[in-house]
């Protein structure tokens, strides 16, 4: 998998722009507030049809412009493909000339590892930094998750919506049920399935970072802590929980409240881990991913690094590029940075000023 070129028009600070990248790293540079994280968001789009940072769309179209247009050429198993995403009053994506109505068409065609400084939230932050960061890994694995989860929120906003009525009929509710238990069996299987496939990389990648002092381990906890895969007894225990949740006025129960807990030598990080050990720890996960990628792919992702200087020490540094050497990478910082067999772009106020 790599990144050919990319082209922007009224994408964020940048007017006009073309780029074209090199197989292995790919080193954009520039004072803060120039532009080089666009680069990455735009990249992100193709990935996942969206912002890595949470934005509406039409907040990354340039100011006073009615319309962005981002383009890319990349590559996936040696085979050239083509995408476009014109961001106005609706989203218009074309993937090799083909026009795309939803995004689960999309996801996961061109696959990516993100790192930002805002990656440090997977162990600090809520659970729903966690399942996020599931369902986008899962979902550019299996375009079919894409679709359970979009139909298994839909079942929960309706299901959310008869609950807070105070007067829903409790055999309607059961119905819900029944589609809630339908889509969490899987969702649950999906999740508990790449939560083991990455324990061994997380595990080794610890081992090698810590010099064999540390031992992660990752955990999946599911909101129904027994007996996740068995669809009949979910059903079970979701009623079991639908007369507290008429009290309440929302489901208590499905994948929309799971969580993953990782361990240092026992302890929960989350808790009792150092800053390095946090820091290190969301290196060995990221790490993990591109590995598990290409396990169940055949095909290492693009790997993004944004900012990544605030958060990993030198020796650390140089642990992380000796793994991802043979990858394709793009990297950005404030200060360029000598590395072997790479592409710099220097960024201005949105232009590329320079490229050696």
Avoid at 36 to 64: H, L, M, P, Q, W
Avoid at 279 to 296: A, D
Avoid at 298 to 303: A, K, L
Wanted: charged fraction near 30%; hydrophobic fraction near 35%; aromatic fraction near 12%.
């Amino acid at each position: 998998m790599k990144i050919n070129s990319l082209s922007l028009l009224n994408f964020r600070n940048y007017e006009c722009e073309n780029f074209k990248f090199c197989d292995n790293i790919n080193f954009i540079y520039g004072a803060n507030g120039q532009g080089k994280t666009n680069i990455i968001e735009a990249f992100y789009y193709f990935c996942t049809g969206r912002s890595f940072k949470n934005v509406k769309d039409k907040e990354v179209i340039k100011f006073g412009e009615e319309f962005s247009k981002i383009s890319i050429l990349f590559e996936s198993f040696s085979s050239e493909n083509s995408a476009e995403i014109i961001l106005k009053d609706e989203k218009i994506i074309t993937l090799n000339g083909v026009n795309i109505k939803k995004l689960s068409e999309l996801v996961g065609f061109l696959k990516a590892v993100l790192f930002t400084p805002d990656c440090l939230d997977l162990i600090k932050g809520a659970p729903s930094e966690r399942r996020h960061f599931l369902d986008v890994f899962i979902s550019s694995l299996y375009p079919v998750y894409f679709k359970l989860l979009l139909n298994y929120y839909k079942v929960l906003k309706q299901k959310n919506n008869l609950l807070k009525s105070k007067s829903a009929d409790i055999n309607l509710i059961y119905v819900w049920n029944e589609k809630m238990a339908e889509f969490s069996h899987l969702i649950f299987k999906y999740r508990a399935f790449i939560i083991d496939k990455l324990a061994p990389f997380v595990e080794n990648f610890q081992n090698e970072i810590s010099n064999g002092k540390e031992k992660l381990k990752i955990v999946y906890n599911p909101s129904v802590k027994e007996h996740y895969g068995d669809r009949q007894k979910i059903l079970d225990i979701i009623n079991e929980h639908t007369k507290k949740e008429m009290e309440t006025g929302f489901c208590l129960v499905g994948p929309h409240r799971d969580d993953f807990s990782l361990y240092i030598n026992g302890k929960d990080i989350k808790h009792f881990g150092s800053q390095g050990q946090i820091r290190c720890s969301v290196l060995s996960l990221k790490l993990s991913e591109c590995e598990v990628v290409n396990e169940i792919c055949g095909e290492y992702p693009v790997i993004l690094f944004d900012d990544i200087a605030s958060e990993i020490d030198k020796e650390r540094k140089k642990f992380l590029f000796d793994k991802i050497k043979d990858r394709q990478v793009f990297i950005t910082g404030t200060e360029k940075e000598i590395m072997k067999n790479a592409n710099y772009i220097k960024i201005e106020n949105g232009r590329r000023i320079g490229e050696e």
